[in-house]
């Protein structure tokens, strides 16, 4: 069985420029999560999808971050303009069922220069 | 604001010892705790959860649960230098199914 898949692994842009993420979780999950690691601070909740509703998105820290999850399947999280302090590294996790095991994605590091 | 602490590390033990890594919370209603295991440049993936006040054992790890004290931990038996990863706490908040997590502890066991 696939695990939880992650486009690109790594991405180096500059500043002002639109960088777009893409997670397949496992077949079947329809649940999907969105989380941030900054350098040396924790994982942090960005947004959580049930199919292709967003159950919540208090994660978000502002209007530059956009994630779809169009026909309940795959994710994208867009994050335009990018700015430096965006830096770090993007985990997808989903899970079959709410308050359970997390699988997560090998994550998508991004640098903003 | 919902916060899990860990100390980060790194913790260093030799083979074959007891590894203990240790995690609190502050939200006293938290119903469901994980320990997550990252190798470096890895996924995180999830090698225990605990609900219940006391100790759960699953072949060399063992979680222990304190809600009194908001307090939780993993001990890794018979440590071996393939156990040296980041373990990462996760805890539901009361009411909640998202996993607040701690910054991860870096264990490091040497030969």
């Known amino acids: 069985e696939a695990g939880v898949t992650q486009f690109p692994s790594h991405s180096v842009i500059e500043k002002g420029q639109t960088v777009t993420l893409r997670c397949d979780p496992i077949?079947?999950?329809?649940?999907l999560y969105w989380y941030r690691r900054v350098m040396g601070k924790e994982i942090k909740f960005l947004l959580h999808f049930v199919k292709e509703s967003k159950q919540d998105e208090s994660g978000m820290p502002n209007n530059r971050f956009l994630a779809e999850r169009t026909g309940g399947t795959y994710s994208t999280l867009k994050v335009q303009p990018a700015e430096l302090e965006d830096s770090g590294v993007y985990f997808c996790a989903s899970s079959q069922y709410r308050a359970g095991e997390l699988f997560f994605g090998e994550g998508s590091r991004l640098t903003v220069l | 604001q919902k916060e899990v602490e860990q100390n980060s590390g790194p913790l260093s033990v030799p083979e074959g010892a007891i590894a203990s890594l240790n995690c609190t919370y502050s939200d006293r209603g938290s119903q469901s705790f994980f320990w997550y295991r990252q190798y470096s440049g890895k996924s995180p993936e999830l090698i225990m959860f605990?609900?219940?006040?006391g100790d759960k054992e699953d072949g060399r790890f063992t979680a222990q649960l304190n809600k009194a004290s908001q307090y939780v931990s993993l001990l890794i038996r018979d440590s071996q230098p393939s156990d040296s990863a980041t373990y990462l706490c996760?805890?539901?908040?009361?009411?909640?199914?998202?996993?607040?997590f701690g910054r991860g502890t870096s264990l490091i066991v040497h030969p």
């Open positions: 077949s079947g999950h329809d649940n």
């Open positions: 996760a805890v539901n908040g009361e009411g909640s199914y998202i996993p607040t």
């Open positions: 605990i609900y219940s006040n």
